[in-house]
């Protein structure tokens, strides 16, 4: 079964600063419906203006993944980590016990635009840690491929969680498949561009749940950026 989420059921919030978008509640916007899917608890797509950001701030016990799509991202943490994050990398925070961190955009004038995803551990009270790395292009180019998994599995990031994220990156006119367990739940979530899921058209900030099906088929109509969480729910 494949439930379309269109872009426009998303929370809005806007600040001058920051314009964002929830795909599950956050902050004021709270809508029973929409409250995560298993320990998937965040999708925020954040537009933050040229010389503004996140001050420090705290969590704990939260897998933090933070994806750029335009402009750069400058973190700054507690554990003395350091980093400018930009299209092509993704990072992994560990909040853990605690950690305190900073996100600024790092260009006093051009905007940044990123995705910042909150996944619950099944962990509590972890060391605090980050992890970045440049993605693999030509590996997101040919299809879904895994960047997030538990530890024991050897993707580029560690979680903390019964998860995996897997992300493609195809040409328009590009068709991509890939196996998926029955028994899980997906969530496929268009970053940027469009493609064609069934006979569902979906554009940016689009998603679709999927559940009892074997296996993903769509075609890209642009160049797209896709997420594919696999998740125990």
């Known amino acids: 079964m494949i439930t379309i989420r269109p872009a426009d059921t998303r929370g809005h919030a806007e600040h001058g600063w920051l314009d964002s978008h929830h795909t ?8 029973p419906k929409h409250m995560g899917i298993g320990p ?3 999708i925020n797509d954040d537009r933050v203006v040229g010389g503004a950001g996140f001050p420090p701030h705290s969590h704990s016990d939260m897998e933090i993944i933070t994806y750029v799509l335009e402009g750069a991202l400058k973190h700054k943490d507690s554990t003395g980590g350091t980093s400018v994050l930009k299209p092509g990398e993704m990072q ?3 909040a853990g016990r605690g950690i305190a961190h900073s996100e600024m955009n790092a260009s006093p004038t051009d905007p940044v635009h990123f995705l910042q995803i909150w ?3 099944d962990t509590r009270g972890a060391t605090p840690g980050y992890q970045q790395l440049t993605l693999d292009a030509e590996a997101l180019r040919r299809g879904f491929h895994t960047v997030a998994a538990p530890a024991a599995e050897a993707a580029p990031f560690r979680i903390l969680q019964d998860a995996r994220l897997a992300v493609a990156w195809p040409a328009a006119g590009q ?26 058209a979906l554009t940016e900030g689009d998603a679709a749940i999927i559940r009892g099906e074997t296996a ?15 998740l125990a729910a």
Request: overall charge negative.
């Open 92 to 94: 992994l925070m560990t």
């Open 24 to 31: 599950f509640s956050f902050g004021s916007w709270h809508d």
């Open 216 to 230: 993903l088929a769509l075609i890209a109509n642009a160049e797209s950026e896709l997420l594919l969480f696999d």
């Open 119 to 121: 996944v619950m551990p």
């Open 175 to 200: 068709a991509l498949s890939t196996p998926l367990k029955a028994e899980r739940t997906h969530y496929l979530h268009v970053a940027r561009g469009a493609v064609t899921l069934g006979d569902q």
């Open 40 to 42: 998937l608890r965040v």
